[in-house]
């Protein structure tokens, strides 16, 4: 059995493999055609309209040059493509160095952000979902469930603001922003001074997941609790909490994984958010000074891990689901 | 115990409002702030951007309900003024993106085939970029203001009413009233008109419901992050943006009521697409 797993895994790797490079091309062709059909100008965005009218024309020129935009657009994307395939995603016009400088440096501190929220708001979605389904209707209930409701309808970088307020204007128990303490060296930055500046933004992004993970968790438990093999278990006697572990949690699980998993799209939109108001240094806040200051090739290169991101977290979700799942993984050794 | 006295095992829990009693109550209220912000942000148009130097940074007070800003303008009307932008932009591009979802979701069901898969990539595609991330570059590539935020917006939020539709008219497509029409030699488009688009209306209309508060919600976090509306337009996310350069000096009645009031505006409208699908489709309740 086991080989066939692993031999239908290698399988099912190499589709989405395959799958993977199409959607990458797909979101690079998209990406690059509505980039470059922006009718902001690099240059004006770069050095300002001042600065723009006071250039002479050599100066211009050169600027065209380092920008770019005396190429034709299908010839700029070949170029590009070429170059990415070898791993090269350009230089970073604001930042002056290679994208994928910039893009490692950034991605460090926003999967740490990322990852913190995701594992955070998963956990307590969870169990906040099966609290509230298995009580459905008490008291408890009723308070998560109204939580989840209106969290899940308030704008995440106005929760970001009003975290920021209370907890660091107000409260002054965690720093007002940025990923590491003004005026320390980078080498004497601690990983408690690192935590310490991640734990509010982490925090406050978790916020808007655990609102529709709960929700969507409460209503399987509903499901489940009221099949009848709750009936049968609750009929010859037996206690809620065993009965909430072998039945209800059991089959809940899954669809909570694929929901987790999927909601890394909502996550990094999240990020992108929080990163801005907390100043958090991470791929968020990159994507919006690149696109604010006209940096094409950076713009293009976030949007692509990001959908990299995306695309991984399903796979996962898919692979995992023939881990845990015993019908999935019977199903594939009887075909 | 007395032999008069009934024994009552279960009370049944009765709800104050019943759903439909709910429904319509949500309606009301949702139509109602809806004239009502409009008309106000209409009214307001001049108090919101009106400054005075006298009135500086004042907490809310009877004068200024929501106090004033660091030019001395109403937070009051310029609340008022933004929500009503945005739920202008968030009609606008919900409508839109309703109706492409109807579109396409009908073509790619009917029509099968090529079109069916070409449809179904571009959904693939459109949801595997990160929602803000794509808002963010069709923003850039419409050069940002009101124009390149709506059409953002409009333009995005198709993928899963399309799906829902689509999988919907392909449950219909084995149903007698579409088979025999067809045998008697109707052509697609009007079996489509005629007896699919009835059936997924009410779909289509929760979808249309619940699209409006994504909507809004998304344009005031594209507009917020720099690339909607311009700071002469102050819709709710240039207010927040604007509010946070205050935030540490304590002025906390910037961003709080706005803020609230967006956060209201969506409750109202997401609770009444979930009343509304609740009543047309009582198999949803768990969904």
């Not at chain 2, 949801?127 to 333009?155: D, E, N």
């Amino acid at each position: 059995m086991s080989s066939f797993w692993q031999k239908s895994a290698a399988g099912y790797l190499l589709k989405s493999t395959v799958r993977l490079v199409l959607v990458i091309a797909a979101v690079s062709v998209i990406s690059f055609v509505l980039v470059s059909e922006s009718p902001i100008d690099p240059i004006k965005a770069y050095v300002g309209e001042v600065g723009l009218a006071n250039m002479n024309e050599e100066t211009y020129a050169k600027f065209q040059a380092y920008f770019g935009t005396d190429i034709p657009p299908v010839k700029r994307y070949l170029n590009w493509a070429h170059d990415f395939i070898r791993g090269d995603m350009g230089q970073s016009l604001l930042y002056r160095q290679p994208v994928t400088g910039v893009i490692k440096e950034k991605f460090a501190n926003s999967m740490a952000l990322m990852a913190l929220a995701w594992v955070f708001s998963g956990i307590v979605a969870f169990v906040l979902g099966v609290l509230a389904g298995v009580f459905k209707n008490s008291a408890l209930d009723k308070i998560i469930k109204n939580y989840a409701l209106v969290l899940a309808s308030a704008p995440t970088f106005w929760l970001a603001l009003i975290a920021l307020m209370v907890f660091s204007v107000w409260l002054r128990i965690f720093p007002i922003g940025f990923s590491v303490p003004l005026g320390v060296a980078a080498a004497d930055v601690t990983v408690w001074d690192s935590l310490y500046h991640l734990a509010l933004p982490a925090l406050t992004l978790s916020l808007t997941g655990i609102a529709s993970i709960t929700l969507h968790t409460r209503e399987k438990v509903i499901d489940v609790m009221g099949e009848d093999y709750i009936l049968y278990a609750r009929a010859r006697g037996q206690r809620l909490w065993p009965m909430v572990t072998g039945h209800v949690i059991r089959n809940v699980t899954l669809p909570a994984i694929t929901l987790q998993f999927a909601s890394i799209s909502e996550i990094f939109g999240g990020s992108v958010l929080v990163e801005q108001v907390f100043s958090f240094p991470g791929l968020g806040q990159a994507a919006v000074r690149a696109g604010i200051g006209g940096d094409a090739p950076l713009l293009l290169g976030i949007a692509i891990i990001s959908a990299a991101l995306v695309f991984g977290g399903n796979l996962l979700a898919n692979l995992l689901y023939g881990l845990i799942d015993p019908k999935i993984r019977r199903q594939g050794r009887a075909s | 115990m007395g032999p008069s006295q009934t024994i009552v095992l279960q009370t049944p829990i009765r709800p104050r409002l019943n759903r439909r009693k709910l429904t319509i109550t949500l309606a009301l209220l949702a139509a109602l702030a809806i004239v009502a912000i409009l008309a106000a942000g209409i009214l307001s148009t001049e108090a919101a951007t009106q400054t005075s130097f006298l009135h500086k940074n004042h907490p809310p007070g009877a004068d200024h309900p929501l106090g004033t800003d660091w030019l001395g303008r109403d937070m009051l009307a310029r609340t008022l003024k933004g929500l009503s932008l945005s739920i202008l932009i968030g009609l606008g591009a919900s409508t839109v993106s309703a109706f492409l979802a109807l579109i396409l979701g009908v073509a790619s069901a009917t029509l099968g085939g090529k079109i069916d898969s070409v449809v179904s990539w571009g959904v693939d595609v459109v949801m595997g970029l990160p929602h803000l991330m794509l808002l963010i570059l069709i923003s850039y590539a419409l050069g940002k203001g009101l124009v390149g935020v709506t059409v953002a917006v409009a333009i995005s939020h198709w993928p899963n009413l399309t799906r829902v539709i689509r999988a919907e008219i392909i449950q219909l497509k084995s149903s007698n009233y579409i088979l025999i029409p067809q045998k008697m030699g109707h052509g697609w488009f009007y079996v489509a008109k005629n007896h699919m688009l009835p059936n997924v209306f009410p779909q289509f209309l929760v979808g249309l419901i619940l699209l409006f508060p994504h909507a809004i919600l998304h344009e005031a976090s594209v507009t917020f992050l720099g690339f909607g509306l311009s700071p002469e337009q102050p819709g709710i996310g240039i207010i927040l943006s604007e509010s946070m350069k205050y935030l540490s000096l304590g002025y906390w009645w910037l961003s709080l009521f706005p803020g609230l009031a967006l956060l209201a505006t969506v409750l109202l409208f997401d609770r009444l697409g979930h009343c509304v699908r609740e009543l047309i489709d009582p198999h949803s309740v768990h969904d």
